[in-house]
């Protein structure tokens, strides 16, 4: 997903989770070649995807932006989930999707899969 939201500068509709979404396209474009390179080496997430979350009213301002990993955007999505007594459901959303993405052995899909195979044996 992050990794859409960095191509999403380099087109005109954005790419995958956020084709179509014109302030995902503008505010990836501001990302550098340095922040693009860091991402794809080590991981770290570029600073205009948490601007285009806190735009979105996902996140509040995080703090210090710079070399945060998934693991902090996974931790700050979990801090944002319950804010002014109200659920932050584009948070969970997002955190939801992520790990997802990062053990697909949660997916629901998966888990479906290996009940059945628990029944069969």
């Known amino acids: ?14 790419v995958g989770s956020f084709y179509g979404d014109k302030l995902a396209v503008r505010i990836s474009r501001t990302i550098g070649k340095h922040q693009r390179r860091r991402f794809e080496r080590y991981g770290e997430i570029p600073s205009a995807f948490f601007r285009y979350l806190q735009e979105r009213g996902i996140i509040e301002y995080p703090g210090r932006l710079n070399g945060k990993s998934v693991s902090d955007l996974l931790d700050v999505l979990w801090n944002s989930l319950k804010r002014d007594g109200k659920t932050n459901e584009g948070a969970e959303c997002l955190r939801k999707h992520i790990l997802m993405a990062m053990y697909p052995e949660l997916s629901p899909r998966h888990l479906n899969k290996r009940r059945a195979n628990r029944r069969k044996a």
């Open 1 to 14: 997903m992050i990794k859409d939201f960095i191509e999403s500068g380099k087109s005109v509709n954005g």
